[in-house]
């Protein structure tokens, strides 16, 4: 769980990702979104630490509207 907006240091969550990565043998990789703009950064973190990895896996990403309904969910 994280927060582009309001948590100072994203690079603790690109190395953390990075490590589930490589580490922990997981085959995929869900980041789900709020609808909110700001959410969106939450990819990119996932995007970069999957860049960075030693494996490579897929990411799905799910938006969630804010009252909790799946809006969407893409493969990227």
């Known amino acids: 769980i994280a ?3 309001l948590d100072s240091d994203m690079d603790v ?3 953390k990702i990075t490590a589930l990565i490589d580490d922990s043998g997981i085959n ?3 980041v ?3 609808e909110v703009p700001c959410c969106g ?3 990119g973190v996932a995007k970069q630490a999957a860049g960075k990895a030693k494996r490579k896996i897929p ?3 799910v ?3 804010i009252r909790g309904e799946v809006l969407g969910e893409e493969w990227v």
């Open 41 to 43: 950064g939450l990819l």
């Open 3 to 5: 927060c582009p907006k």
């Open 28 to 30: 995929t990789l869900t």
């Open 32 to 34: 789900m979104m709020m």
């Open 13 to 15: 969550y690109t190395e």
């Open 63 to 65: 938006t969630v509207s």
């Open 59 to 61: 990411i799905k990403a």
